[in-house]
């Protein structure tokens, strides 16, 4: 996660990868403890939209599509 790349400074975009960074975070800390295939499945899921809902909002709050 690149928390400093945000080359016109925009506080939301800080504020967006904060709050997911946060969520990457968590999600990482539960795959890392698990030996479950399912568990690490999900979890595999969650962190990708994740990925994706934080990318939507960084080009929503900028205006780039």
């Known amino acids: 996660m690149w928390l400093s790349f945000n080359p016109r400074g925009h506080a939301q975009v800080n504020q967006i990868k904060v709050a997911f960074a946060n ?3 968590i999600l990482n800390t539960y795959l890392d403890e698990t030996d479950d295939g399912d568990v690490e499945r999900m979890l595999s899921v ?18 780039n599509s």
């Open 23 to 25: 969520v990457f975070d």
């Open 46 to 63: 969650a962190i990708n939209q994740a990925q994706s809902a934080q990318m939507r909002g960084v080009k929503g709050v900028t205006g």
